[in-house]
Structure formats: structure tokens, C-alpha cells
């Protein structure tokens, strides 16, 4: 009798392990960033719902989009680059073009996004009515970065990890959200097709639940963010905001003036769970002040030319729409070391090893490129400035 008790106890505390396994984190074990959209960092700080919400986190104040319109943002957030992308409209990226899935996928960290009124887990398409839109759109693909990726899109179980707003409250109620999350509210709740308030009173009242005590039971990092600044003539600055039971009680309501960009996601993540990186503009970006202090990183600096930052509009690259601005994709830099302390993701290192010695514009200086600015390419062994 006891033994068979003894049996059902291990049997049972297995089975849970295994449907739980959580990859612990330097500061965090999960990530969830919401992505609202096209407002200008002055207008937002100030807005009722946001100043309620700015005392529960850290407010980043020196955040920059990387360019306009919406859609490069987003690939920009996962993937290191946009490859000159400047329009939103359908676009497909290589296979050999990694993202955030890959890094997580190497170190069984569970990853997903969530994207309001998609019509169907892993939906394709580029646009679909749903909840609110009149007949409107709702879901747009160009918020949804991950299906723009062969290497997402050729692999059916990763499509499968896109779903919508529906099946993200089904896992939160049932603790079963990945450790990564990405999140696009459709098109009037994330401020689009409406106003800043509609997006921020939105806001305030869908974290709501996520902030409650207890809400999960392990460390979690909420960053909601705007995809780019309303204003095209103004530098590309926008509110972003770190919330969640991650957030250090002793930092609540304080802010960080670190110079930041969407690629500190990436480099916030790699320092977290100590991942490797993608080779690309990933490299060098500034790591989240409170997560870089748990990771004992060091890396955060100053790049050249940030008290110029103006990211209003996109460098030539693969999908740029002036056939005249048209390059190719660049060669991941191979020779780097990231914030996760560890070199390029080795399948990005194999599929690229035949151009390694090729030119590059990533060098892990953290600097920022527009078309007005636009890279510069140099051999792939530079070291850091
Ligand atoms: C999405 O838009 C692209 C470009 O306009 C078009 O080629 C494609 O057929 C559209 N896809 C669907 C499913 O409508
Ligand atoms: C949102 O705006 C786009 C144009 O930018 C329009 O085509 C669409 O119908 C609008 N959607 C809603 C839900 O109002
Ligand atoms: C930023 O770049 C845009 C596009 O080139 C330009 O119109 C605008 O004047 C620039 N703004 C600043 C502050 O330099």
C-alpha cells in the first residue's frame, strides 16, 4: 500500500514538472510584451491611464523606435534587423533568417504570441474582421511579426504557437502562458484606428489581472510598448513601460534613462536566460537596467551618435520598395559574443558559414542606423567600440 502511494506520488510529481518546466531567469521567467500603437513619447507620458500605470513599473525614458512605418518595427523586435523594410504590406523573410523563436527553442524556453481577433491558430493572411472592427480590419498581419518568417512559418508546430486573445486569457487562467510572449491588441484597442486614450484605458484595465497578486506564480516582466511615434518628423521616441511582479518593489514608479531601442527585447531576453544571439543588430543593444544588474552584465554604454538618433525612415535593405534600395540581406556577424555571454545560435553559424568573412553593417557597438544615417558595412572581426 505504501509503496504503490509512493509510486503514484512520483508518477504524479513528474507529470507536473514536465507540463510545468520553467527555464528559471536571471530577473524574469516570463516576458510578455504588448504592443500598442503610433504615439509620440511627450503626449503618452501624460495621459491619466499611463501615469496610474507608470507608479507599478519603471518608465524607460529613452526608448526609440527603429523606423516608420509599423510593420518593420515589429519584425525589428524579433528578428535584429528590418531589413529596409519601409511599407506595410505583406512580406515574406528567408529561411535562413532566425528570430527570437530560435534562441528561446535552443534553451526550451516556451515562447508564443497572441494577436487579437486572429481568426485561427496560425492564420496566414493579411487581414480578418473580428471583435470590434465594424467590418473594419482587426487582426492586420503587419502587427503580427512572426508569420512574415519562413523560419517560423515552415515549421507547423511553431505556427501553431500564433493564436488570439481568446486562447491568451484560456492560458492565463490556466498558468499554461509561455515564458515568452509577444501581443498585439487589434486595431482600434491598441490606438490605430482610435485614440491614445482608447489604447492606454485599454491598457490599464486589460494588465489589470496580470498585475494582481498572484497573478503568476513565477517572476514576470511586462514591458508595454509602442510600435513607433506618431510624428514621422520628430526622432522616433516612444513610451515604454516595465511592469509586473519581476519589477523590484524598490523601483516602482522610478524611471531609467538608458538609451534603448526594440532590439533591448532581444538583448534583455539573451541576457535573462543566457541565449545565444542572432548576429545582428541584437548584438550591442542595451540590456534593461534591473535585468542587466541581475545578469551581472556590463555591456550597457552610450552608442555613438544616440543624442542624434532620429530612426524616422529605413535604410536600403531586401525589402525596402525602391527597387533602387534594394540590397541584400547582410551576413549575420559570426565572430560576436552577446549578452547572454555566448556566441551566434550554431544553426545561423552553419546556414551563413559560407559568407563569414563577407562584409557586414553589424559590429555589437549598439549604434543606430537610419536611411538618413544608413550603415555601414565593415569586416566581420571588428571588435566592440
Ligand atoms: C496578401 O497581400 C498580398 C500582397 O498584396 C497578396 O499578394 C496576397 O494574395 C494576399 N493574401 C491573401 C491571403 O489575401
Ligand atoms: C482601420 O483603418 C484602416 C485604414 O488604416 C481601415 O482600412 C480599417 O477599416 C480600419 N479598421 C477599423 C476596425 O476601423
Ligand atoms: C528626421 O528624419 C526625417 C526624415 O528624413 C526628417 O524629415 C526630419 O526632419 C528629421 N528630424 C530631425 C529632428 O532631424
Redesign the pocket.
Known amino acids: 500500500m505504501q509503496r504503490l502511494l509512493l509510486f503514484l506520488l512520483c508518477a504524479c510529481t513528474q507529470a507536473i514538472t514536465t507540463a510545468a518546466a520553467i527555464v528559471p531567469g536571471k530577473a524574469f521567467e516570463r516576458f510578455i510584451t504588448i504592443w500598442l500603437e503610433n504615439q509620440d513619447f511627450a503626449k503618452v507620458v501624460v495621459d491619466s491611464s499611463m501615469v496610474d500605470l507608470k507608479r507599478e513599473g519603471i518608465m524607460l525614458t529613452r526608448y526609440y523606435a527603429q523606423t516608420h512605418p509599423s510593420q518593420p518595427n515589429y519584425l525589428a523586435a524579433v528578428a535584429g534587423d528590418y531589413f529596409g523594410l519601409n511599407h506595410d504590406d505583406w512580406v515574406r523573410i528567408p529561411e535562413n533568417v532566425a528570430t527570437i523563436a530560435d534562441l528561446l527553442e535552443d534553451k526550451d524556453v516556451s515562447w508564443g504570441g497572441y494577436f487579437e481577433d486572429m481568426p485561427s491558430p496560425g492564420y496566414m493572411g493579411n487581414y480578418s474582421d473580428g471583435s470590434t472592427g465594424n467590418g473594419g480590419w482587426d487582426y492586420v498581419r503587419k502587427h503580427s511579426p512572426f508569420v512574415s518568417f519562413d523560419s517560423v512559418t515552415a515549421h507547423g508546430e511553431r505556427l501553431l504557437n500564433l493564436d488570439s486573445f481568446r486562447a491568451f486569457h484560456r492560458d492565463f487562467a490556466a498558468k499554461s502562458l509561455p515564458q515568452f510572449v509577444f501581443m498585439s491588441p487589434n486595431m482600434m484597442n491598441d490606438g490605430h484606428n482610435t485614440t491614445l486614450s482608447t489604447a492606454t484605458d485599454w491598457s490599464r484595465e486589460f494588465l489589470r489581472p496580470l498585475l494582481a497578486d498572484g497573478a503568476f506564480p513565477e517572476r514576470t516582466l511586462i514591458a508595454l510598448t509602442y510600435d513607433e511615434s506618431e510624428d514621422?518628423?520628430?526622432?522616433n521616441h516612444i513610451v515604454t513601460l516595465l511592469l509586473g511582479s519581476a519589477v523590484p518593489p524598490s523601483l516602482k514608479g522610478t524611471t531609467d534613462d538608458t538609451f534603448y531601442t526594440h532590439y533591448s527585447i532581444l538583448a534583455t531576453l539573451q541576457a535573462n536566460w543566457g541565449l545565444h544571439h542572432l548576429g545582428r543588430y541584437d548584438v550591442g543593444a542595451n540590456v534593461f537596467g534591473f535585468v542587466a544588474d541581475a545578469a551581472g552584465y556590463q555591456g550597457n554604454r552610450e552608442p555613438e551618435g544616440a543624442s542624434a538618433v532620429?530612426n524616422?525612415?529605413s535604410y536600403p535593405g531586401l525589402l525596402h520598395e525602391d527597387p533602387d534600395q534594394r540590397t541584400a540581406i547582410p551576413v549575420p556577424n559570426l565572430y560576436l559574443k552577446g549578452a547572454g555571454g555566448l556566441g551566434v545560435l550554431p544553426w545561423i553559424e552553419a546556414a551563413w558559414s559560407g559568407a563569414k568573412k563577407m562584409q557586414t553593417p553589424y559590429d555589437g557597438s549598439g549604434r543606430v542606423w537610419d536611411?538618413?544615417n544608413p550603415p555601414v558595412y565593415g569586416p566581420p572581426t571588428r571588435r566592440t567600440v
Open positions: 514621422y518628423a520628430q526622432p532620429n524616422s525612415v536611411g538618413d
